[in-house]
């Protein structure tokens, strides 16, 4: 098995009984794939190695993961082996980084590791709880059931994510678009009124004088605004990551803005809820189930609450107790909390929780992109129309200033 991971791919032209004929097939050399056209009735004319991107390998984004995680699941619940899985699912891959790691993967396995020990080598792609899971499947027996789970888990995880970067997109690309034009207007548009105005030999209306001056300080000092405004984005971002005290205070805030806030607040909650209905219901143990949630939160406050809880839990407390004592969790997951403790149905409570808060982070991005497109509109409206009539009210009164 340790020849298939020399493989790589080529690109062959030669001929058949049909015609002349292209395409690309794998293998260890140009002379085994010559003997192996041969017995496809292809004679190759020429076999090279198939050239790589100038942009180089595509990164593997956590949707790969996603996507890679129910293939296996799939395979493994067909009855397919294990190392036989690897190489199927590696070759619908369509990343070349994929590729290279599910085959890294393949080769672990093949040499006799476990499945969990491999992805542990990968902690950019497979973070502790996704190789606990797999671990405890290995353990049980019923690897092809968790993989399921961690699938599920990645796929809904990836979904949530994508509510929130679409509740924050669309609001952020129009206002950059409205920055955008309004530069370019005050920069390239208001400057060729202005000449024309010089001629005019009367006062200008305060308005159009406020416009022309707002241009004449963008004109001087647009480059340094640019530079400052990336070199603002570009200081925020590094102090997120090398401050702790900072990226706590930013994640605390934005949980307090406006119309966004609750849709994180709802977001954080369903992924506390569905980690902790996967980790419950894969066997591991309720405390360091709790561990891996505080891990997944994504939000330094609820993190922090999230490992309260699990202090709580360990002197002797009940979860709802615990969760009560934070302040900070819905009066919903509280009770279906307490009715999963109660009947000894956690797992299942915890997941109908998630699929309640899934849906109310799914609705509420809907109502937030309705709400904010008409105010969106107005707001550009405002700013162009309002450079418009500002250039425009010395035209309308010229009538008066001839006279």
């Given amino acids: 098995m340790a020849t298939v991971a020399a493989e790589k791919t080529y690109i062959y032209k030669g001929k058949n009984k049909d015609g002349a004929v292209k395409g690309e097939i794998k293998g260890n050399n140009p002379a085994l794939i010559k003997a192996q056209l041969r017995q496809q009735g292809i004679i190759a004319k020429s076999v090279r190695p198939k050239p790589k991107s100038i942009f ?29 899985s690897f190489l199927i699912v590696e070759e619908g891959a369509e990343k070349e980084s994929m590729k290279k790691l599910i085959m890294t993967l393949h080769d672990e396995v093949a040499a006799g590791n476990s499945f969990g020990s491999a992805l542990r080598k990968h902690p950019v792609h497979f973070d502790d709880l ?5 671990e405890a499947g290995e353990n049980s027996g019923a690897l092809d059931t968790l993989l399921d789970r961690v699938a599920t888990y990645k796929e809904k995880t990836e979904q949530l994510k994508a509510k929130i970067k679409k509740a924050m997109t669309y609001p952020a690309a129009v206002v950059t678009v409205a920055i955008i034009v309004t530069g370019i207007l005050l920069v390239k548009v208001v400057p060729v009124f202005a000449e024309t105005f010089s001629s005019f030999g009367a006062d200008l209306p ?7 001056q707002i241009s ?19 200081g925020f ?16 805030a934005m949980l307090k803005i406006p119309a966004v806030g609750p849709i994180l607040n709802n977001a954080v909650v369903a992924r506390y809820a569905r980690t902790l209905a996967t980790t419950f219901a894969a066997g591991v143990p309720l405390v360091e189930a709790l561990e891996s949630v505080a891990g997944a939160a994504g939000n330094a406050v609820y993190k922090k609450a999230v490992l309260e809880v699990r202090d709580g839990v360990t002197t002797g407390l009940t979860m ?3 969760l009560k004592a934070t302040g900070i969790f819905p009066t919903m997951l509280i009770q279906l909390t307490s ?9 299942e409570m915890m997941g109908k929780a998630a699929d309640h808060y899934e849906e109310a982070v799914d609705n509420a991005v809907d ?37």
């Fill in 56 to 84: 180089g390998d595509k990164p593997i984004k956590p949707a790969d993961i996603a996507l890679f995680s129910r293939q296996m699941a799939t395979m493994m619940k067909a009855g397919v082996p294990l190392v036989q």
């Fill in 130 to 134: 996704y190789c606990s899971l797999v």
């Fill in 206 to 212: 305060s308005f159009t004088l406020f416009v022309l």
């Fill in 216 to 234: 004449e300080f963008a004109q001087k000092w647009w480059l340094i605004i640019m530079l400052a405004l990336i070199g603002m984005g570009y």
């Fill in 237 to 252: 971002k590094t102090a997120r990551l090398r401050s702790q005290k900072f990226s706590d205070a930013v994640d605390k």
């Fill in 320 to 322: 709802v107790t615990s």
């Fill in 339 to 347: 009715i999963g403790e109660e009947s000894g149905t956690l797992d």
């Fill in 367 to 403: 109502n937030l992109t309705s709400l904010l497109e008409p105010l969106i509109m107005s707001v550009l409206g405002v700013l162009v129309g309002g450079l418009l009539v500002a250039m425009y009210l010395p035209i309308f009164q010229l009538g008066n200033v001839v006279g």
